[in-house]
């Protein structure tokens, strides 16, 4: 059993960058792709990015692309999501999944989410 903790939000204004992390247990890591969904208020959940289990694949939303960064340290299973130029529309819950087929969407296991709120 995977267990994903999310850490890193906050409350932003517009324009600026936080730094999202996701820290997994109970299982082989390196063995899964992960990604990064968020759910804002009101609506239903959607994919945000997603990385290979060796790092060197990533996958982006329209909405995100250029602006977000999903990177991994297998060493430390760490998976991070670095957003820039932080607009209110990112306003939501964002959460952290572990996936072992079905790339870029299947997941199988999910963290509790953190909640970034960007201001206008």
């Known amino acids: 059993q995977v267990q994903l903790v999310e850490s890193g939000g906050g409350l932003v204004q517009a324009g600026g960058s936080l730094r999202l992390s996701c820290a997994a247990s109970?299982?082989?890591?390196?063995?899964?792709?992960m990604g990064w969904f968020r759910q804002a208020p009101g609506k239903g959940r959607e994919f945000v990015a997603a990385?290979?289990?060796?790092?060197?694949?990533?996958y982006y939303a329209d909405s995100v692309k250029d602006r977000f960064t999903i990177s991994r340290d297998n060493a430390k299973n760490v998976v991070y999501l670095q957003m820039n130029s932080l607009e209110p529309e990112d306003t939501a819950v964002y959460y952290c999944a572990a996936g072992s087929s079905n790339w870029p969407y299947g997941m199988d296991y999910w963290g509790k989410g953190t909640l970034v709120t960007v201001s206008s």
């Open positions: 109970g299982g082989t890591f390196s063995r899964f792709h």
């Open positions: 990385i290979s289990w060796s790092g060197g694949t990533t």
